[in-house]
């Protein structure tokens, strides 16, 4: 798998340098990793899993993308194989990974809720 850069995103809703006495909730970390797209690729983000969503950006040669949730979808043959998978990289968008390299066939994020 190649990764190429590993943050900690917190998902407590609570900002990073916040103080108060209110901050009393554990904070929850998940790591979120980034992978590239396939070289000499302008990536299409769909809004939906699936080429039949709208594309709502195109990602330029050499992006690296986060990788939330995973999820089913449109299968698609790319650089990296034929797959079914989308990895949702934000709110409202996907990429089908069949264009991004994860190192694996399969799944390597949770599945999207």
């Known amino acids: 798998m190649s990764v190429d850069r590993v943050e900690e995103a917190r998902t407590d809703g609570v900002a990073e340098n916040a ?10 970390t998940a790591a979120v990793r980034y992978y590239s797209v396939a ?3 302008r990536l299409n983000v769909r ?3 699936g080429t039949g969503y709208p594309v709502v950006r195109v990602l330029a040669e050499g992006a690296r ?3 939330y949730c995973q999820t089913p979808g449109t299968t698609v043959t790319g650089p990296y ?6 990895d949702s990289i934000g709110d409202g968008a996907y990429v089908s990974d069949a264009y991004v390299h994860t190192g694996s066939d399969g799944y390597v994020a949770p599945r999207c809720g």
């Open 19 to 28: 103080t108060t006495a209110t901050e009393t909730a554990t904070t929850a």
């Open 39 to 41: 070289p000499g690729v």
């Open 47 to 49: 809004s939906g899993p």
């Open 65 to 67: 993308v986060p990788i």
């Open 81 to 86: 194989g034929t797959s079914s998978i989308w």
